[in-house]
Structures are given as C-alpha cells and as structure tokens.
C-alpha cells in the first residue's frame, strides 16, 4: 500500500512524534523511509527548546542518528538535507515531496508558533493540494519518551458525496495491512448545530426542518449499509453508525469513545452536507483531537 514515506524533521523533539508511526507503517508495509531537513535562511537559535540544525553537517549527524534509533532493523531508511537555505520550509517540503515522489508524508501538527493550525494550514493541506500524496498528521504528546504505534481501528467520517468514498478504500487497505477494523460514520446535524443558510432556514421553519434531518438519517443508515455492502471482498470487520450533532465535534468524540487508533478523511469536499465539509472538518478534527488523522487527498475522475 505505502511503500516510500517521507518524514520532515526540525530537530525537536515535537517533530519526532511521528517516528513511531512511520516506523509502523514501514514495517508492515516494507516500506523505504525518506528522513529530511531543510535549513532554514535566518532561523531562531532554538526550535521547541532545542538548539536549532543550522548547517548540513549537523543536520546530516541527527538523521543518521534518528534512522539508527528509531527504525527497526531491516527498514531502508535513506536522509536528504537540503542544503540551501529557504525561507519558506514548508514550501521546501511541498517541492521535496514532488520531488520524491512519497506515498505518504508523516509529520506531527506543530508549526514553529507552536500552533498545530500553522502546520496544517502551511504545510500538510499545501502537501495533499499537489496531487496524490497523502499526509498523516500526528497530534504532539508531553510524553518525554515516544511510545510505539500499532493501529487497530480506523474511524472513517462519510458525508454522502462519492469522491469522499476514497477514503473507505484507503481505509480498508490500511487495515489488511495492519490487520485492524475499520468503522464508517455518518454526522447528520442536529437543529442547534447547523450553520449559514441552513441555521436561518431552521429557525423559520424548525419543524420541517427537523423533519426533514430526520429523514437524512435514515438515508445515513441506508447509505452505510450501501457502502459495506459494496466494499471489496475481505476478511476486514466493517461496522458503521449515524450520529447526530456537530459533525467536528462528533468525530472527535466518537473517535475517543470508541478508542480509535486512526481517522481517515478525504480533503476535497462540494456537495453533500454542506455544514459537514464547508465547515472545515478536518482541520477542526486535527485541533481537536489526539488521535492521528490521514489526509487522503481526493482524487478527480476527469
């Protein structure tokens, strides 16, 4: 399934979350692991408390150091240091990825404010806009030590459009093989939880519009059982269910209780239920939750 993943790495212990992760996906799937890091034109002494990599040599050392400490052995595991200074490192990434050519970028969701919306805005969406490359988003952890990886269920948020049904195939080849479950779910928006055109429709005609979500949910329930019904043949567990509320939160807290080791998400959304995608899900999914959340860039027909 993914056979080259790239790692961007700082030098911080931030960045090193997803070593655990990319060591996984590379040992179940045999994969080559590409380490990088890009020097930075004027950059701060320290990133995330520690000293920062300012020049090739250094940068060279840390990622040999990390392909040796943090990879099992039998793993290919190959370091780039791009050498020239760039002002725009995420840009930097974005080229080395065309460059590369990876199936996956993993990378934790922090930027150098800190904030995990920098990342995500600057780096993965830019990544997944290129084309095919999917991005794996790993939330930051306190921990001092990184605690191994291992996925064994994959929650996957539907909202009806076809071209988010990618997501179920991706979701379905990560889990032969990692051997994990995979659960299909389905937000249908309650009265208090709609917004724009929806929300000021609601409160002119709240019966019908309750009614109306009402028969929303049932078509979820059908349309669920469409897509597990339709899902290539496996020996994969496929569950579903059909909530109701604020789709973000929804997810996150589904993911919580059902202790989900994984989320899955197209990120290219037109149609279906416009409060589910042009409310920005999945960067308020990545906010707000602690588990990892694969971006799976959506692929056109034409």
């Known amino acids: 399934m993914y056979k080259h993943l790239l790692v961007p790495l700082d030098g911080s212990s931030l960045a090193e979350v997803a070593l655990p992760y990319a060591a996984y996906i590379a040992e179940q799937g045999q994969a ?3 380490l990088i890091h ?7 002494q320290t990133v995330h408390g520690v000293a920062h990599l ?5 940068a060279q050392r840390y990622l ?8 099992p052995a039998g793993i290919r595991i190959e370091r780039h240091v791009h050498t020239s ?3 725009e490192v995420a840009r930097s990434i974005v080229e080395h990825a065309g460059e590369f050519k990876p199936d996956l970028i993993v990378m934790c969701t922090h930027g150098s404010s800190g904030l995990r919306d920098w990342l995500f805005g600057s780096i993965a969406q830019q990544v997944v806009s290129m084309g095919d490359t999917s991005v794996l988003l790993i939330p930051p952890t306190t921990n001092t030590v990184n605690p191994p990886f291992a996925c064994h269920r994959i929650l996957v948020p539907l909202d009806g459009d076809a071209a988010h049904e990618q997501s179920i195939l991706v979701a379905v080849d990560f889990a032969k093989m990692c051997r994990s479950e995979v659960h299909l779910l389905m937000v249908v928006p309650t009265l208090d939880s709609l917004t724009g055109q ?4 609601s409160r002119m005609l709240p019966s019908a519009t309750a009614e109306l979500l009402n028969m929303t949910e049932q078509q979820a329930v ?3 059982h469409g897509q597990v019904t339709q899902a290539p043949p496996s020996d994969i567990t496929i569950s579903t269910e059909v909530s109701r509320g604020d789709p973000a939160k929804t997810i996150v807290n589904t993911a919580r209780e059902t202790h989900t080791d994984l989320i899955v998400l197209c990120t290219h959304g037109k149609s279906g239920m416009d409060a589910f995608w042009q409310g920005s899900v999945a960067p308020k999914v990545s906010s707000q939750s602690d588990v990892p959340l694969l971006l799976v860039r959506v692929r056109s027909e034409s």
């Open 32 to 34: 080559t692991v590409t």
């Open 54 to 58: 300012t020049n090739a040599a250094a």
């Open 38 to 44: 890009v020097i930075e034109s004027n950059p701060p």
């Open 222 to 224: 059908e349309y669920l």
């Open 85 to 87: 200074e760039v002002s």
């Open 198 to 201: 929806r929300a000021a429709a």
């Open 64 to 71: 040999d150091e990390v392909a040796a400490r943090a990879f």
